[in-house]
């Protein structure tokens, strides 16, 4: 629908028979809970389109009473009447109350009145039922690529699921060159670099460490407790293992999506991979931080291809301290070195023309301008 945006407000309209006096906003507040509560006689058709309306109620509580009314509701109850939903802002805002609930989630996905905009949305947040059951669908995928984007980056999804979605999109010559990483991916699938290290993890191992490298510990346990008490044990023993020894049995495409992802102790351990395309694609994550790009500037220990990757990024080096860090790195390009030399304080010019670890032909550099300045005295 033209002009449709996820998290439209839901109409009156839906609201049907006496809950059109008892739920609208003109209502008095002990009666929209009494409706949000569910307390009310009303049949189903009528009581669950009046529960997700009420989910985007001014008032706080009337809002979390409905959404925890649907939560509630029975399967054979509440599915029916989201499969006959037909309003694109009332199964938005069902997928916002229920994403939760995978059954009732699914019935959005599967909806074909739901905008992709929703689907988008649901692919960001649903589970993995819900994700593989968006995944099916490719002909929204070709229509709205941000789909693929939105799987590609739910830590909740395996990589299985979203390998055949890259595969599926390379097949389909989709443009997707603004994903992080998946220029990367692409050159894996068509065979143009080879994805190392043997197969990488299993598809539950993988999902298991970037649960844990995004926060999400405990869907980590979740996950392994619907395997038997064997299979547990050995991923346990993977899983459980420092990060570091982890993320070396990955593959690539494992490494670039983790890197995508994962949290900044993970993106610290994938900078310094030896391969180009996985630490290079570290620098491409939405989730890098001013102090982590400071923090890469500075170190010795990485690639000229990395330094200069930082260097030439003009948003990174608007923060004084990535330059300051480039110039004091003998790793550092001297184009750049020399260029960001001009843009330090006094004090630190000095330290630069006096130190022995910055790249000589910057600290001879670095003297000239003191000189040059005493001179104008």
């Known amino acids: 629908m033209a002009g449709f945006q996820t998290g439209a407000a839901v109409s009156a309209d839906v609201l049907q028979g006496p809950l059109r006096g008892l739920a609208g906003r003109e209502a008095q507040l002990p009666a929209r809970m009494r409706v949000a509560k569910a307390l009310l006689p009303a049949p189903p058709d009528s009581l669950v389109p009046a529960l997700v309306y009420l989910t985007q109620d001014p008032e706080v509580t009337v809002k979390q009473a409905a959404r925890e009314s649907l939560m509630q509701m029975p399967g054979d109850v509440l599915l029916p009447v989201v499969q006959a939903f037909k309003d694109p802002a009332l199964l938005d805002a069902a997928a916002r109350a229920l994403h939760k609930v995978s059954r009732a989630a699914v019935e959005v996905v599967l909806n074909n009145y739901t905008e992709d905009d929703t689907i988008r949305w649901l692919a960001t947040m649903g589970g993995s039922e819900v994700c593989e059951t968006i995944v099916r669908n490719q002909v929204r995928a070709i229509r709205y690529p941000a789909i693929i ?25 989709l443009n997707l060159e603004h994903i ?20 990488g993890l299993s598809d539950i191992e993988f999902q298991s460490a970037m649960l844990i490298a995004t926060g999400q510990g405990e869907l980590a346990a979740q996950l392994l407790g619907q395997l038997s008490e064997e299979q547990r044990t050995q991923v346990e023993e993977k899983v459980m293992s420092s990060l570091g020894a982890l993320i070396a049995k990955m593959s690539v495409s494992q490494k670039i999506r983790i890197a995508m992802v994962g949290d900044a102790a993970t993106r610290k351990i994938l900078i310094r991979d030896p391969k180009k395309m996985v630490s290079l694609a570290v620098l491409k994550s939405p989730r890098l931080t001013d102090s982590e790009i400071t923090m890469f500037a500075s170190n010795k220990t990485l690639s000229e291809e990395i330094l200069s990757n930082i260097a030439r990024n003009r948003q990174w080096t608007k923060d004084y301290a990535t ?16 260029t960001y030399l001009r843009t330090l304080t006094p004090k630190d010019i000095k330290d630069v023309s006096s130190s022995r670890d910055v790249n000589q032909t910057v600290a001879r550099q670095a003297k000239r301008m003191l000189e040059q300045k005493d001179q104008k005295k």
């Not at 055949?164 to 010559?173: D, I, T, Y």
């Open 323 to 338: 330059r300051r860090a480039l110039v004091f790195n003998p790793k550092c390009p001297i184009s750049f070195s020399l």
């Open 149 to 173: 984007e939105a799987i590609y980056f739910n830590p909740t999804v395996a990589q299985g699921v979203v390998q055949a979605m890259l595969e599926f999109a390379v097949r389909s010559n």
């Open 180 to 199: 992080p990483g998946f220029r990367e991916t692409r050159a894996i699938l068509l065979g143009e670099e080879q994805d190392d290290a043997g197969g």
